[in-house]
């Protein structure tokens, strides 16, 4: 599986930008994608995640109500749309595939490929 994330770049507190994740490979009917970030000197942490049969979305707390995730099956391609973006958003966006439980979703290691990460800057 490729996966290929794109849409980073510069923003002001307060704004929006949206990440695109394209997949190819396979069909992707019973796995889940997700979406992690990792900021200068910390570790990598969950974002978000969508089943994508269904689209069941699970949100870190850190960003519940202002992200979101959505699917375009035709395009096999997730969005992550970040809105009311804050100087700790900086960071590398990484999106990933698994098929992790529901319970999982948040544990990097259930995910076993990785896309090669966007830059996502928030200034003040």
């Known amino acids: 599986v490729q996966l290929q994330a794109s849409g980073g770049g510069l923003v002001q507190a307060g704004g929006s930008l949206r990440l695109s994740c394209a997949a190819s490979g396979r069909s992707f009917r019973n796995y889940v994608l997700g979406w992690f970030r990792q900021a200068p000197g910390k570790e990598r942490e969950f974002v978000g995640a969508?089943?994508?049969?269904?689209?069941?979305?699970v949100f870190a707390d850190s960003v519940k109500g202002r992200f979101t995730i959505s699917r375009d099956n035709a395009k096999n391609t997730v969005y992550l749309q970040m809105n009311s973006l804050k100087p700790e958003d900086t960071a590398v966006y990484y999106c990933?595939?698994?098929?992790?439980?529901?319970?999982?979703?948040?544990?990097?290691?259930?995910?076993?490929?990785w896309g090669q990460g966007t830059q996502v800057t928030v200034s003040s």
């Open positions: 990933a595939i698994g098929r992790p439980a529901l319970s999982a979703y948040h544990l990097a290691d259930v995910y076993y490929d």
């Open positions: 969508i089943k994508w049969s269904g689209g069941t979305t």
